[in-house]
C-alpha cells in the first residue's frame, strides 16, 4: 500500500491500541460522598495505639485517623521500593550512600485538634520507638523497637525537614516506614492518650468509639490532600461472631470485610448467595511455621530438625487445613504474591517439597542417623495456641510425625500464656503463626532469625546466617540483593531452622460499589482508607 | 397344693406385702408416666450411643478429608461433612460421650459433695449448720454461668476441669436438698427410737437416713443433669469447654457452622437437636422421677 | 418483723463480703492477666516492661491490699478503672446496663405472657391432649440451647429475609421500629426459655390449689367454674409464681450471655464474658458483685413480699 495509506493505518491501529490498553486503571471517576461500614472482628484491644500492639485488630481500624511519612500505594497491589509514595513527606532522598535518609515534610499540614505539623511530631515519634535516651516520652509496650536499632540519631534541623542517621546503609528502613504499623504520633499527645482516642492528621477524625460497638469516623475537610478522601465517613462495626460477620457480608449489613478472616469456603459459599459480590484472593503476609526449641535435645540435633521439615507434606496440609487457601513457599512470602518468592524450580528442590512418597523415607533415614529407631522411638509434646485454626494445623503435622516414627502429643496454650511459653523456650516443637508488617526481608528475618531476638522462638543461632542477613540489608544494588535473600532462604530451610509450612490467603469480600480498595500482600498496610469512593 | 376336694388352690401368705419384682415397677411406670418413659428410653438410647462410640461411628471423628467438605448427608457420610471434611455423624456420636462424661460425671460429683455437705450439715446441726450453709450460699449467689465461666477460666482447658468447674455451682443446690430432706426425717419417730436405743451417730446417719434421701438425691441428679449438658454445651460454645481434639457438641456449633450455615445448614443442626434431646430426655425423665418418688415435691423446682 | 429483717440483712452482707472473696481469688487463680494478654497482642514478651505495667496499673503490691484497696474504693463509690480499656470502670459499663435491663424485662414479660395462661389451661385441662402438647412445648424451650435458637433464628432470617436484625444498638429514640425489632427476637429466644420454668410451676401450683378443699367445696355448692378458678385458685397459685419470677431475673444472666453474644447487642452480660477473657479484674469483680447484690436483694424482697402476701409463712 501506499506510505501515506500506511501511515494512516499506523496511527489509527496505535490509537486504537492506546485507547483500549493505555487508559489508566481507573477507568471510572470516583465520587464524593457516601459512608462505608467495615467489619471489625473484635473491640479494638488497645484502641488506636499502633505502636503498642501487632493485631490488625487495631492497625485496620485506627489507619484511616493517622498518616506516616511514607505509605505504599494503596492503588498498587504489590508492595515494594518502587510503590512508596509520600505522605507527610513530600520528598525524600538518600544521601551518603544511604546512610542518611533525608526527609522534606509538607508544609500546612493540622492534627485534628488544630496543632501544626512540624519534624518536631517525627522526631519525637521516633525517638520514642527507638527508645533513644533524651526521648521525651516513652511506649509502655514497644514490639517494633528493633526496626529502629540501626538509627543513630534523628535531627531536625528546621520545621519541616527531618534526617534519619543511620549506622550502615540500610536500604529497606523505607520499607518498614511505609508499613502501616508505622504512623507518625503528635508531639503534644502523651501516647498513653492513643489508647483511648486518636489524635493524628489523616483523611478522617474520629467521631466516636462506642466500646464494644463501633468506631466512626467523619471526612476530615482539611485533609492536606485537596479532594480526599471521598467518602464523608467509616463506621467499623465490631462482630465477634463469625456465624455473625457472615451473615453480615451477606445480608449487607456490612460492605467490607475484616482483612484476614474470610477463608475460601466461607468467601465460596458468600459469593454463591450475592454473586455481585467481589472476593479478591491474596496472600496476607502470615505464614505457618513449626518451631523446635534447639536448646534442648531431641531437636538440639540438626538432622532431626530435618527429619521433622521432610515429613510434613505441605501442599497436603495446605488442601486438609485451609481447603486450598494458601501457598506453599519458604520463609518469605512466595511469588506471584510477595516480592522476594523464590522462584519454583528453587523451591521444589528444598528439603519437605519433594513427592512425600519419596521425602518420608528420606525424613525416616535421617531420624536413623540420630538414632532414632522402632526400639528407641522419639516421643515429644507439641504445643499450639488454643485457636481451632493452630490446632487442625498442628494435628495435621501430628499425623505426618506419626508416620516417620515420632510420637507426638498435643498441648495445647492459653493466648495469654503462648509467647511467654515460647519466649521462655519452655516447649519442645511447637506448631505457630507467623505475620510480617512489610514483605521485607529485613522486617522478617532480624525478628525471627537473628541471634538473641525475642522472637527467635527457636533460639537459632548461626553466625554464617547472621553475616548473611546483615549483608542483604546492606546490599544496595537490587539484583544482587534478591540473590542473597534466595540463598538465605535456602539455607534456612536447608538447616531448619523453622520449617515454613505455608502461607495464608484471605479472600477479601467487599460489595462491587466499594472501589479502589485492593488488599496488598500484607494486611497490614492497606487500610489508610483515602482513596476509596461508593459508586452507589 | 391340691385342695382336700381336688381343686388346685393357690396359697396366699398373710402379713408380708409380696415385692414387685423390677420388670413390674418398669412396667407401672411406663404406663403411668409415659412422658417420662419417653425421657428414660432417651437418655438410654444417649448412656449406649457414649458407650459404644467406638463401635458406632463410621469414620474416625478427627480424621480430615480435604476433597469433600461441607457435603451433604448422603449414603456415605449419614450426616454430612463439616467444613474440614469431617464426618459430623461420628463426631455427633463422639459427641455423646464427651457430654455424657461431663454431664454425668459434674452431677454425680457436686451431687455426691453437695448430699454428703448437706447430710452432715443437717445432721450435726447447730453453728455448723449455719456457717455451712451462708458458705454454701455464697457460691450459690453467683449465676451457674458465670461461675462456671469463671472457674473454667481459672482451671485452664480440659475435660477434668469442665467436671470441676461445672459440679462447682451444683454442690450448694444439691445440698440445700439433701438438707432439707434429712431435717425432716431426723424428726421422725424411728430415728428417735434409733437413738434411745444407743446406736451410734455415724449408723444412724448411713443407715437410716441416707437409705430416704436416695428418692430426692435421684430427682436432685437427673434434675441437675440437663443443666449441666446446657452448661457444658455454652462453655463450650463461648471457647471455654471441651478443648479439642474431643468432638463437643457445644463447640460443633461455635467454630464454624454458623459461618457455612447457608452452605450446610445441616452444621448448625444436628449438633444442637443432639443437645436439646439430651437435655429434653432428661427433664421428662427426671420429672417423671419426682413425681413418682417424691409427691410432696410434685411441681416445684 | 424487724429483727428479722436485720438479721436477714446481716446476713446478706456477710454472704456479699464472702462472695467478694471468692470471686477476688478465683480470678487471680486464672493463669494470665492483663499484662500477659496486652503482650500477646503485640506479639512478644518482655519481663521488664511487664514489671514496669504491673507498677502501674497496682498490681504488684500483695494480694490482701489489692483486696482490701478494691473494698475501699467499693464502699466510697469508685469503680475503679478499667484495665483494658484505660477508662473508668463506670464510663464503660453505663452505656451498657440499660440495654442489658431493657432486654431482661422483656424477656420476662414474654416469659409471664407466654407461661402463665399456657400454665392454667395446661392446669385446668390436666391429662388431655392439649395438656401434654404444652408441656411438650414448653419443656422443649427448657432444653433448647438458648444461644443455638438464636443462632438458628439469625440465620433463618438470612436465608429467608436476606436480613439480619442491626447490629449495634439503635437507641429507641432514633428509630423505634427498629429498635423494637431489634429486641422483639432476643426477648423472644430468652423468654421462651423462662416461660417453661414459669409455666411448669403455674401449672403446678394451680393443680395443688385446686385439689385444696375450699375449691372443692366451692365447686360442690355451684359456683359457675370458670369464676371458681379466678377468684380463689389463681390468687393463692400466685405466690409461687411470683417467687419463681424472682429467682428466673438470676438466671436470666447465663441466657443473657449468650443471646447478647449471638446478636450482638452490646449488654452487659457479653460485656462480662470479654472482661473476663481479658482478665479485667476491676470489671469483673465489679460487675460479678453487682450481679451478686441484685440476685440476694431479689431474693430478700420476694421472701419479703411472701412474707407480707401469705399469712401463713410470716414468720421467718
Known amino acids: 500500500m501506499s506510505r501515506r495509506r500506511a501511515t494512516i493505518s499506523f496511527v489509527v491501529v496505535s490509537l486504537a491500541l492506546v485507547i483500549a490498553f493505555g487508559t489508566p486503571a481507573i477507568s471510572q471517576t470516583p465520587k464524593a460522598g457516601g459512608t462505608l461500614n467495615i467489619t471489625q472482628r473484635e473491640d479494638l484491644p488497645q484502641g488506636f495505639a499502633i505502636h503498642e500492639t501487632s493485631t490488625i485488630s487495631t492497625v485496620w481500624p485506627a489507619m484511616p485517623c493517622l498518616n506516616n511519612l511514607v505509605l505504599f500505594d494503596p492503588l498498587k497491589k504489590t508492595e515494594s521500593l518502587d510503590t512508596i509514595i509520600g505522605e507527610l513527606a513530600e520528598k525524600w532522598s538518600w544521601q551518603d550512600n544511604y546512610r542518611n535518609l533525608v526527609f522534606f515534610l509538607r508544609k500546612g499540614v493540622k492534627w485534628h485538634d488544630g496543632q501544626p505539623f512540624t519534624s518536631k511530631d517525627v522526631k519525637y515519634t521516633f525517638d520514642m520507638l527507638r527508645e533513644a535516651p533524651d526521648a521525651p516520652a516513652k511506649l509502655r509496650i514497644n514490639p517494633r523497637k528493633d526496626w529502629y536499632t540501626n538509627v543513630q540519631?534523628?535531627?531536625?534541623?528546621?520545621?519541616?525537614?527531618?534526617?534519619?542517621?543511620?549506622?550502615?546503609?540500610?536500604?529497606?528502613?523505607?520499607?518498614?516506614?511505609?508499613?502501616?504499623?508505622?504512623?507518625?504520633y503528635a508531639a503534644h499527645v502523651p501516647p498513653a492518650n492513643y489508647r483511648t482516642a486518636c489524635i493524628g492528621t489523616g483523611p478522617f477524625k474520629l467521631k466516636e468509639w462506642r466500646k464494644g460497638e463501633f468506631v466512626e469516623y467523619v471526612k476530615n475537610p482539611d485533609y492536606f490532600v485537596k479532594g480526599r478522601p471521598y467518602l464523608d465517613g467509616l463506621?467499623?462495626?465490631?462482630?465477634?461472631?463469625?456465624?455473625?460477620?457472615?451473615?453480615?457480608?451477606?445480608?449487607?449489613?456490612?460492605?467490607?470485610?475484616?482483612?484476614?478472616?474470610?477463608?475460601?469456603?466461607?468467601?465460596?459459599?458468600?459469593?454463591?448467595?450475592?454473586?455481585?459480590?467481589?472476593?479478591?484472593?491474596?496472600?496476607?503476609?502470615?505464614?505457618?511455621?513449626?518451631?523446635?526449641?534447639?536448646?534442648?535435645?531431641?531437636?538440639?540435633?540438626?538432622?532431626?530438625?530435618?527429619?521433622?521439615?521432610?515429613?510434613?507434606?505441605?501442599?497436603?496440609?495446605?488442601?486438609?487445613?485451609?481447603?486450598?487457601?494458601?501457598?506453599?513457599?519458604?520463609?518469605?512470602?512466595?511469588?506471584?504474591?510477595?516480592?522476594?518468592?523464590?522462584?519454583?524450580?528453587?523451591?521444589?528442590?528444598?528439603?519437605?517439597?519433594?513427592?512425600?512418597?519419596?521425602?518420608?523415607?528420606?525424613?525416616?533415614?535421617?531420624?536413623?542417623?540420630?538414632?532414632?529407631?522402632?526400639?528407641?522411638?522419639?516421643?515429644?509434646?507439641?504445643?499450639?495456641?488454643?485457636?481451632?485454626?493452630?490446632?487442625?494445623?498442628?494435628?495435621?503435622?501430628?499425623?505426618?510425625?506419626?508416620?516417620?516414627?515420632?510420637?507426638?502429643?498435643?498441648?495445647?496454650?492459653?493466648?495469654?500464656?503462648w509467647h511467654a511459653t515460647a519466649t521462655r523456650g519452655d516447649y519442645q516443637i511447637g506448631a505457630n503463626l507467623t505475620g510480617i508488617g512489610p514483605d521485607d526481608p529485613d522486617a522478617n528475618y532480624f525478628e525471627n532469625y537473628a541471634c538473641g531476638s525475642p522472637r527467635n522462638y527457636s533460639f537459632y543461632c548461626d553466625e554464617q546466617v547472621m553475616k548473611m542477613i546483615e549483608q542483604q540489608s546492606q546490599e544496595l544494588d537490587p539484583k544482587k540483593r534478591f540473590a542473597q535473600v534466595a540463598a538465605l532462604q535456602k539455607k534456612l530451610e536447608d538447616d531448619a531452622a523453622r520449617p515454613l509450612l505455608d502461607w495464608k490467603l484471605d479472600y477479601f469480600v467487599r460489595r462491587p460499589f466499594v472501589k479502589n480498595l485492593i488488599p496488598h500482600q500484607s494486611i497490614y498496610n492497606f487500610g489508610r482508607m483515602q482513596e476509596v469512593w461508593r459508586d452507589k | 397344693m391340691v385342695s382336700p376336694i381336688g381343686v388346685p388352690v393357690d396359697l396366699v401368705v398373710v402379713g408380708a406385702p409380696a415385692r414387685p419384682g423390677w420388670g413390674t415397677v418398669l412396667g407401672r411406670f411406663v404406663r403411668r408416666k409415659p412422658l417420662g418413659a419417653i425421657g428414660g428410653a432417651i437418655m438410654v438410647v444417649m448412656l449406649l450411643t457414649a458407650v459404644l462410640a467406638p463401635w458406632l461411628q463410621t469414620h474416625d471423628p478427627i480424621a480430615t478429608e480435604a476433597?469433600?467438605?461441607?457435603?451433604?448427608?448422603?449414603?456415605?457420610?449419614?450426616?454430612?461433612?463439616?467444613?474440614?471434611?469431617?464426618?459430623?455423624?461420628?463426631?455427633i456420636v463422639h459427641g455423646a460421650w464427651a457430654s455424657l462424661v461431663v454431664g454425668v460425671g459434674s452431677t454425680l460429683l457436686g451431687s455426691v459433695l453437695g448430699g454428703i455437705i448437706g447430710l452432715l450439715s443437717a445432721y450435726v446441726g447447730g453453728k455448723t449448720d449455719l456457717i455451712t450453709q451462708r458458705l454454701l450460699d455464697i457460691l450459690q449467689g453467683l449465676p451457674l454461668l458465670v461461675l462456671a465461666l469463671v472457674m473454667s477460666a481459672s482451671l485452664g482447658p480440659s475435660i477434668r476441669n469442665v467436671i470441676i468447674a461445672i459440679s462447682i455451682p451444683i454442690i450448694p443446690r444439691a445440698s440445700r436438698v439433701i438438707r432439707a430432706s434429712v431435717l425432716s426425717i431426723r424428726e421422725m419417730q424411728y430415728i428417735e427410737a434409733a437413738r434411745a436405743l444407743g446406736v451410734r451417730h455415724l449408723r444412724t446417719a448411713f443407715r437410716h437416713i441416707l437409705p430416704n434421701t436416695v428418692g430426692p438425691f435421684i430427682v436432685l441428679c437427673t434434675a441437675q443433669l440437663g443443666s449441666a449438658i446446657l452448661v457444658e454445651a455454652t462453655l463450650s460454645f463461648l471457647g471455654m469447654g471441651i478443648p479439642e481434639p474431643y468432638p463437643s457438641w457445644g463447640r460443633m456449633l461455635s467454630v464454624s457452622a454458623a459461618e457455612y450455615a447457608q452452605k450446610a445448614p445441616h452444621l448448625v443442626l444436628f449438633p444442637g437437636i443432639a443437645i436439646s434431646l439430651a437435655v429434653f430426655g432428661s427433664n421428662l425423665l427426671g420429672d417423671a422421677l419426682r413425681d413418682t418418688l417424691d409427691p410432696r415435691l410434685r411441681g416445684s423446682r | 418483723m424487724k429483727s428479722y429483717v436485720a438479721q436477714r440483712l446481716g446476713i446478706a452482707i456477710l454472704t456479699l463480703v464472702g462472695m467478694s472473696i471468692v470471686i477476688f481469688t478465683l480470678l487471680r487463680l486464672a493463669p494470665g492477666d492483663i499484662v500477659d494478654i496486652l503482650?500477646?497482642?503485640?506479639?512478644?514478651?518482655?519481663?521488664?516492661?511487664?514489671?514496669?505495667?504491673?507498677?502501674?496499673?497496682?498490681?504488684?503490691?500483695?494480694?490482701?491490699?489489692?483486696?482490701?484497696?478494691?473494698?475501699?474504693?467499693?464502699?466510697?463509690?469508685?469503680?475503679?478503672?478499667?484495665?483494658?480499656?484505660?477508662?473508668?470502670?463506670?464510663?464503660?459499663?453505663?452505656?451498657?446496663?440499660?440495654?442489658?435491663?431493657?432486654?431482661?424485662?422483656?424477656?420476662?414479660?414474654?416469659?409471664?405472657?407466654?407461661?402463665?395462661?399456657?400454665?392454667?389451661?395446661?392446669?385446668?385441662?390436666?391429662?388431655?391432649?392439649?395438656?401434654?402438647?404444652?408441656?411438650?412445648f414448653s419443656l422443649a424451650g427448657l432444653s433448647m440451647p438458648s444461644f443455638w435458637l438464636g443462632m438458628v433464628i439469625i440465620l433463618g432470617m438470612v436465608s429467608w429475609l436476606g436480613w439480619i436484625p442491626p447490629l449495634t444498638y439503635v437507641r429507641p429514640t432514633d428509630n423505634f421500629k427498629a429498635h423494637a425489632i431489634q429486641f422483639a427476637l432476643p426477648a423472644l429466644a430468652v423468654g421462651y426459655r423462662s416461660s417453661a420454668l414459669i409455666m411448669r410451676i403455674t401449672r403446678s401450683s394451680l393443680l395443688e390449689v385446686m385439689r385444696?378443699?375450699?375449691?372443692?367445696?366451692?365447686?360442690?355448692?355451684?359456683?359457675?367454674?370458670?369464676?371458681?378458678?379466678?377468684?380463689?385458685?389463681?390468687?393463692?397459685?400466685?405466690?409461687?409464681?411470683?417467687?419463681?419470677?424472682?429467682?428466673?431475673?438470676?438466671?436470666?444472666?447465663?441466657?443473657?450471655?449468650?443471646?447478647?453474644?449471638?446478636?450482638?447487642?452490646?449488654?452487659?452480660?457479653?460485656?462480662?464474658?470479654?472482661?473476663?477473657?481479658?482478665?479485667?479484674?476491676?470489671?469483673?469483680?465489679?460487675?460479678?458483685?453487682?450481679?451478686?447484690?441484685?440476685?440476694?436483694?431479689?431474693?430478700?424482697?420476694?421472701?419479703?413480699?411472701?412474707?407480707?402476701?401469705?399469712?401463713?409463712?410470716?414468720?421467718?
Open chain 1, 153 to 184: 540519631t534523628i535531627e531536625a534541623p528546621d520545621p519541616h525537614t527531618v534526617i534519619f542517621h543511620l549506622k550502615r546503609p540500610q536500604p529497606s528502613l523505607l520499607m518498614m516506614l511505609a508499613s502501616g504499623y508505622t504512623p507518625v
Open chain 2, 67 to 91: 476433597a469433600y467438605t461441607l457435603g451433604r448427608p448422603n449414603a456415605e457420610h449419614w450426616l454430612g461433612t463439616d467444613h474440614l471434611g469431617r464426618d459430623i455423624y461420628s463426631r
Open chain 3, 39 to 136: 503482650f500477646s497482642t503485640a506479639g512478644y514478651v518482655n519481663e521488664s516492661e511487664k514489671q514496669a505495667i504491673l507498677k502501674e496499673l497496682g498490681m504488684d503490691r500483695p494480694y490482701w491490699i489489692q483486696y482490701l484497696d478494691w473494698v475501699r474504693q467499693i464502699l466510697t463509690g469508685d469503680l475503679g478503672k478499667s484495665y483494658r480499656y484505660d477508662v473508668p470502670a463506670w464510663d464503660v459499663i453505663r452505656p451498657l446496663v440499660p440495654v442489658t435491663i431493657e432486654l431482661a424485662v422483656l424477656s420476662i414479660i414474654v416469659a409471664v405472657v407466654l407461661g402463665v395462661p399456657t400454665g392454667v389451661i395446661s392446669a385446668v385441662r390436666q391429662d388431655t391432649a392439649l395438656d401434654y402438647v404444652l408441656r411438650v
Open chain 1, 235 to 417: 463506621k467499623y462495626i465490631v462482630i465477634a461472631e463469625r456465624g455473625t460477620r457472615t451473615a453480615a457480608l451477606q445480608s449487607g449489613a456490612v460492605d467490607v470485610a475484616f482483612p484476614g478472616e474470610t477463608t475460601k469456603t466461607a468467601a465460596e459459599q458468600l459469593k454463591k448467595a450475592v454473586p455481585e459480590l467481589a472476593v479478591t484472593p491474596y496472600s496476607q503476609n502470615v505464614n505457618d511455621n513449626i518451631i523446635m526449641n534447639m536448646k534442648k535435645p531431641p531437636f538440639n540435633n540438626a538432622k532431626v530438625r530435618l527429619a521433622v521439615s521432610r515429613a510434613i507434606d505441605r501442599r497436603a496440609l495446605v488442601q486438609a487445613v485451609h481447603q486450598g487457601g494458601a501457598v506453599v513457599g519458604a520463609s518469605m512470602a512466595p511469588k506471584p504474591h510477595g516480592f522476594w518468592g523464590l522462584l519454583d524450580r528453587d523451591l521444589n528442590a528444598l528439603p519437605g517439597y519433594g513427592k512425600p512418597a519419596d521425602e518420608k523415607p528420606r525424613a525416616k533415614q535421617l531420624l536413623a542417623e540420630a538414632g532414632v529407631t522402632p526400639q528407641n522411638p522419639l516421643k515429644v509434646e507439641m504445643v499450639t495456641r488454643a485457636i481451632a485454626v493452630y490446632v487442625d494445623m498442628a494435628s495435621f503435622v501430628i499425623n505426618e510425625l506419626k508416620q516417620i516414627g515420632i510420637e507426638a502429643s498435643l498441648k495445647q496454650i492459653e493466648t495469654a500464656q
Open chain 3, 212 to 316: 385444696e378443699d375450699y375449691i372443692r367445696t366451692a365447686w360442690a355448692k355451684g359456683q359457675a367454674g370458670r369464676v371458681v378458678i379466678w377468684r380463689h385458685a389463681l390468687k393463692n397459685a400466685i405466690l409461687p409464681v411470683v417467687t419463681v419470677i424472682g429467682i428466673e431475673f438470676a438466671f436470666l444472666i447465663g441466657g443473657l450471655v449468650v443471646t447478647e453474644t449471638v446478636f450482638n447487642l452490646p449488654g452487659v452480660a457479653r460485656f462480662l464474658v470479654q472482661a473476663i477473657l481479658w482478665r479485667d479484674y476491676p470489671i469483673v469483680q465489679n460487675l460479678v458483685m453487682f450481679i451478686a447484690i441484685v440476685v440476694i436483694f431479689s431474693n430478700l424482697f420476694v421472701d419479703m413480699l411472701y412474707g407480707v402476701l401469705d399469712p401463713r409463712v410470716r414468720y421467718g
